[in-house]
């Protein structure tokens, strides 16, 4: 079940969401170093946890076992963590506890990034990653699409098709600084 715990915006964990390759960790990262946070990468995360590769947890265990391990990883730190950055697997977001997390405790920013501008970054990142292989363009453009009605369920999108990651981080602290101090002004005037 989703809590609703009160937590301050400035203290709201920061999630970035989005399809695999969108940039979401290394956004996450920079994002992290700009304002002094702890980051945590999901997938990295599973692997520290579980002593095992992501690729070998979908091959030994299967798709069910690595969706319940980052479902429960990530509904645990919504809600037991603060001030954190967290990068998601690309398909953890499609699972409505996962969403409602979130949404519920967190700030969530979309990576969004055009198909277009995605495919041409395949060759880097289809050895690594199980749920591309045996795909055809076709089935992948597929699946990117089908994505894209979870991932509009966010609270700011950045899109990186045509910026770089450091400018794309610099966005978001800008958005975040902006809701931080609105939040402040706000209870100034009460
Ligand atoms: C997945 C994305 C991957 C990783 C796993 C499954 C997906 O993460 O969690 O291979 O279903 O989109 P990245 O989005 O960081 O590549």
């Not at 989703?2 to 290394?26: D, H, L, P, Q």
């Not at 967190?106 to 969004?112: E, G, S």
Request: glycine fraction near 4%; aromatic fraction near 8%.
């Amino acid at each position: 079940m989703t809590e609703n715990i009160e937590i301050s915006i400035r203290e709201k964990n920061i999630i970035f969401i989005g399809f695999m390759g969108a940039g979401k960790t290394t956004v996450g990262q920079l994002v992290a170093k700009k304002l002094s946070r702890d980051f945590i990468d999901i997938d990295q995360e599973i692997e520290r946890i579980h002593q095992m590769p992501v690729s070998a947890i979908f091959q030994e265990l299967g798709e069910a076992s690595f969706r319940k391990m980052e479902r429960e990883l990530i509904v645990s730190l919504c809600s037991e963590t603060r001030s954190k950055i967290i990068s998601l697997g690309g398909g953890a977001y499609m699972q409505e506890e996962v969403r409602k997390a979130c949404l519920a405790n967190c700030i969530v920013f979309y990576i969004d990034v055009s198909w277009e501008s995605w495919k041409e970054r395949i060759p880097l990142i289809i050895d690594s990653r199980p749920i591309l292989q045996n795909k055809s363009l076709a089935q992948i453009e597929e699946l990117f699409n089908s994505r894209k009605s979870a991932y509009a369920l966010n609270h700011y999108s950045i899109s990186s098709s045509d910026i770089d990651a450091e400018t794309a981080a610099d966005q978001v602290v800008e958005s975040l600084k902006l809701a931080w101090n609105l939040n402040d002004t706000k209870h100034n005037l009460l």
